[in-house]
């Protein structure tokens, strides 16, 4: 007998589906309420790249003497280095009035779009740094840095 394959996927792209909120309150960000999410930004028209919100765990070596081979076990857990970057506006009022640099709140992010019984990553953060962007040929942008500042709720059910 064979294996049972996995149920097909509904195959999507992030553009137009996946959504990025800053919710600046959640009581119990394991478990956020609607009405906490709604009190949030939606961050997603003005974002032109991600990077990071992903975490990750070391492995570590676990040699004995009874074999050559060395096993391995999980080990601590990381997140990687995040940030978003969000387009300027040239009235200053865009997203730097709402994440300034040492704001603590949370980066809400919904793969699938903010669909109720769908899945959702709940990242506790802080702002390090908003450095601007230079560049004088692309439309202006500053790169919102954060610290990811306690272990992210992954997979949670959007309520």
Do not use: C, H
């Not at 609607?34 to 997603?44: C, I, M, P, Q, V």
């Not at 790169?143 to 500042?149: L, P």
């Amino acid at each position: 007998m064979v294996a049972t394959p996995i149920s097909a996927t509904s195959r999507y792209i992030p553009p137009g589906t996946t959504r990025y909120y800053w919710v600046a309150s959640i009581s119990n960000y394991l478990s956020p309420t609607r009405s906490e999410l709604n009190a949030g930004s939606d961050l997603t028209a003005e974002v032109s790249a991600v990077s990071g919100f992903a975490t990750s765990s070391d492995q570590q070596d676990t040699p004995d003497l009874g074999s050559r081979f060395v096993k391995k076990i999980p080990g601590r857990i990381t997140a990687d280095d995040s940030s978003i970057t969000l387009y300027a506006s040239s009235n200053s009022s865009d997203a730097r009035t709402l994440m300034p640099r040492d704001t603590a709140g949370y980066i809400v992010i919904f793969p699938e779009g903010d669909v109720t019984g769908q899945k959702m990553d709940v990242f506790p953060v802080k702002v390090s740094s908003v450095p601007k962007s230079r560049d004088i040929e692309n439309p202006a942008s500053m790169t919102f840095q954060y610290t990811i500042t306690n272990v992210p709720a992954e997979n949670v059910t959007i309520p």
